[in-house]
């Protein structure tokens, strides 16, 4: 049975750590970086699956923002990338 899983992009300056269902997995240089490898990990599991990503967050103050998607697949392990 498919399970909804929910990926998190959370962009401080010139960090971007890629979470997976509460966990961070990975950080990149780049939101693009981050929002490929989270497309790479989702067709893995659904293939042809494409992930898109909405702002769920922004603050200027502290120059943050948190995308967010979601995708169903049956259970996704993922270990954590190297950082």
């Known amino acids: 049975m498919a399970t909804t899983h ?45 992930l898109r990503f909405e702002l769920d967050l922004k603050s200027t103050l502290n120059n943050l923002e948190i995308r967010g998607a979601t995708f169903d697949a049956d259970n996704v392990s993922v270990a954590p990338l190297s950082k």
């Open 6 to 50: 929910y990926f998190l992009i959370e962009s401080l300056g010139t960090r971007h750590d890629l979470i997976l269902d509460g966990d961070v997995i990975a950080t990149f240089p780049t939101r693009e970086a981050a929002e490929s490898e989270a497309n790479r990990i989702a067709n893995q599991e659904t293939p042809g699956v494409s």
